[in-house]
């Protein structure tokens, strides 16, 4: 490649913050795409899709090769996500199932599940490196290359407007979307820094503990196993908790050892038979993968786990669902001793309003 900028590049990055940042008039806001993080480089029939750990996708989606030489300028670098929709909403898990090894299954799963590219900034046009550029004319050069409604490379809505950028976020999380992104207008490109602003959803939740995995340091804990009751009874893993300070894991380690028990007589014993096998839980391997103790990511992480009696209840703070499980890691805080187990079901979830992922993507 010849273009100005060269991958690989580390992505610029964005820092939690509570609540949007007040508007002073130099702020911009975007929905918060649930995908996978890439920077498109296209120089003439030559593309790259690059990840944000700087490793490539392209082989992984060959859909997306094809439709940046359809629908991208000869000569550019685009930033953005890759989604995959179901209907009219994300669905991130499908989307994990892209990355598989082998190339008869990628050239599969692109036919079957093709996945799109959500742009909403430009890093470089023919010979220009725009890196230097404030943002605000970033954004102008990249709705230029955007003359329809588009294909599978897509233009991200945009705001000036607080009050509109906050009716998005309580509406559109139900097309997939967690949160927003807030972007000064005068923000030159920098890679790998958190100088963007994200404001994601946060919701509580009480749930089941029903196991843990040891840190690999050693014999403390380092992520609590979180489950909920269906409507049939069934306990479902739904998640782990694994944010605490290592004196904090090893004091988690006294207070499960009495909820210690067998596997045999665990609701998850039988995860590591086939799904039909399990009763159809939802299971700690995974919620596609229940019949696995291997990480589709590290075929050397094993996600077996201890197993505990699912009689203690946590309050954890979650931003949002994929499917039947918490979409991100959740935050403990604080034991329920004054809540059931059978009473931690999925009725007590928030469900958001949906909206058409088109409605979104119109402007």
Known sequence: MTLPIEPPVAP?????????????????????????????????????????????????????????????????????????????????????????????????????????????????????????????????????????????????????????????????????????????????????????????????ADVVVAGYREHKKGPIVGSLLLGLYDDAGRLHHVGVAASFPMTRRAELIEEVKPYLTDLATHPWGAWMAPAAEAGGEQAPGGPRRPGSNVSRWNAKKDLSFIPLRPELVMEVAYDHMEGERFRHTAQFRRWRPDRTPESCTYEQLERPVSYDLDDILAG
């Open 12 to 204: 610029m990055l964005a820092k939690a913050v509570k609540g949007l940042p007040a508007q002073d008039g130099t702020l911009l806001y975007e929905p918060k795409w649930d995908g996978f993080r890439c920077i498109i480089f296209r120089d003439g029939d030559e593309v790259y899709l690059g990840s944000r750990n700087e490793r490539p996708f392209t082989r992984y989606f060959p859909e997306l090769v094809e439709a940046a030489r359809r629908e991208l300028p000869d000569r550019v670098v685009v930033d953005g996500e890759i989604v995959l929709r179901r209907g009219q909403v994300l669905d991130f898990d499908a989307l994990q199932q892209r990355i598989h090894p082998a190339a008869s299954r990628v050239k599969l799963l692109a036919e079957q599940t093709p996945a799109s590219f959500i742009a909403f900034d430009l890093l470089a046009l023919g010979d220009d490196n725009l890196m230097e550029t404030p943002f605000r004319r970033r954004r102008e050069l990249l709705t230029g290359l955007f003359g329809g409604s588009g294909g599978s490379v897509r233009l991200t809505p945009i705001t000036d407007d607080a009050d509109l950028a906050g009716r998005w976020f309580e509406t559109f999380e139900g097309a997939g979307l967690d949160g927003i992104v807030v972007k000064p207008g005068d923000l030159p490109y920098e890679p790998d820094r958190r100088t963007m602003f994200k404001v994601k959803h946060e919701r509580t």
